[in-house]
């Protein structure tokens, strides 16, 4: 059984940084296209990042350069960097994946991201 | 690329509910749908316009044609009340693109 583990949300600041993580087990994540997906409170999903088997990575326009998407092999994990955290970064952070690119298989129980002073 | 899906449907139990999700020659296009209940993660129920996961029920169906792909709910029930998302990726564009939603309410 796949299951996916998010971790690293909380209360942060504006202009504050934070990484989350996703713990994958029954599912190697070097041989998965991975992704996070957002959703802000009472909203629809949005697509922020993606990073292919290859380790080729793409991102939302909507990041603006403040997102990092990242892989540890050897942890079974892959992460997700933000800085300068705003106010509508607030979400719930899920990862999703799977073997194919085009489409979400798998998905964790999220990671709730607060951004207020 | 947008996906556009009306905000709201409703429908009675056992009667079938048809969802949609508008974009421009969306047949040319492989469309996804998630169903997400109130305080859970999404959980893909069509993928590759009309296949199904294994563990999905066999009322859950889906199809593709010129700019309207849609899902279909047959004999509706209570447990099947959450939204429901269409997505596609848009390669052109390294974008993955979800549609509004479409809050199912069964009466």
């Known amino acids: 059984e796949v299951q996916l583990v998010e971790s690293g949300g909380g209360l942060i600041q504006p202009g504050g940084s934070l990484r989350l993580s996703c713990s994958a087990s029954?599912?190697?994540?070097?041989?998965?296209?991975m992704s996070w997906v957002r959703q802000a409170p009472g909203r629809g999903l949005q697509w922020v990042s993606f990073?292919?088997?290859?380790?080729?990575?793409y991102y939302a326009d909507s990041t603006q350069g403040r997102f990092t998407i990242s892989r540890d092999s050897s942890k079974n994990t892959i992460y997700l960097q933000i800085d300068s955290l705003r106010a509508d970064d607030t979400a719930v952070y899920y990862c999703?994946?799977?073997?194919?690119?085009?489409?979400?298989?798998?998905w964790g129980q999220g990671a709730l991201v607060t951004v207020s002073s | 690329y947008v996906l556009t899906q009306p905000p709201s449907v409703s429908v009675a139990p056992g009667k079938t509910a048809d969802i949609t999700c508008g974009g421009t020659?969306?047949?040319?296009?492989?469309v996804h749908w998630y169903q997400q209940k109130p305080g859970q993660a999404p959980v893909l129920v069509v993928y590759?316009?009309?296949d199904r996961p294994s563990g999905i029920p066999e009322r859950f169906s889906g199809s593709n044609s010129e700019n309207t792909a849609t899902l279909t709910i047959s004999w509706v029930e209570a447990g099947d009340e959450a939204d429901y998302y269409c997505?596609?990726?848009?390669?052109?564009?390294?974008?993955?693109?979800f549609g509004g939603g479409t809050r199912l309410t069964v009466l």
């Open positions: 999703a994946g799977g073997r194919l690119e085009r489409r979400f298989d798998y």
């Open positions: 029954g599912l190697i994540v070097s041989n998965n296209h």
């Open positions: 990073i292919h088997t290859g380790g080729s990575t």
């Open positions: 020659n969306i047949v040319h296009k492989t």
């Open positions: 590759d316009d009309t």
């Open positions: 997505q596609v990726w848009d390669p052109s564009h390294d974008d993955w693109v």
